[in-house]
């Protein structure tokens, strides 16, 4: 059985930081790209950053380049978010996303996902 883990999320004034993880079982940790989505209330999910199964390659969302920060540790299974410079735009739910694409199948597992308010 899959599981995603996310942990770290809370309330944090602007201009603070939290750092979110996902900690994952049940899979080949190392096979899968990580990503991390939010969804603000009342807004589409969003694709908010994402790393290869090793790292080597990075993405962000425009709105999030410079302050988030994508990073993973194949040794424990775990997907991290550094968030740095919050603004109250930053607040939504934030989900974790495995996802690999192999022989034409794809394969998706989600995370439960952690609360994030930016507020004063």
């Known amino acids: 059985q899959v599981q995603l883990v996310e942990s770290g999320g809370g309330l944090v004034q602007p201009g603070g930081s939290l750092r979110l993880s996902c900690t994952t079982s049940g899979l080949t940790f190392n096979r899968y790209a990580m990503r991390w989505y939010r969804q603000a209330a009342g807004k589409e999910r969003e694709l908010v950053a994402v790393?290869?199964?090793?790292?080597?390659?990075?993405n962000y969302v425009e709105s999030v380049k410079g302050r988030f920060t994508i990073s993973r540790d194949n040794a424990k299974n775990t997907v991290f978010l550094q968030m740095s410079s919050l603004k109250p735009e930053d607040t939504a739910v934030y989900y974790c996303?495995?996802?690999?694409?192999?022989?034409?199948?794809?394969?998706?597992?989600w995370g439960q996902g952690t609360q994030v308010t930016v507020s004063s």
């Open positions: 790393i290869t199964s090793g790292g080597e390659a990075i």
């Open positions: 996303n495995a996802h690999r694409s192999t022989y034409g199948r794809r394969y998706d597992y």
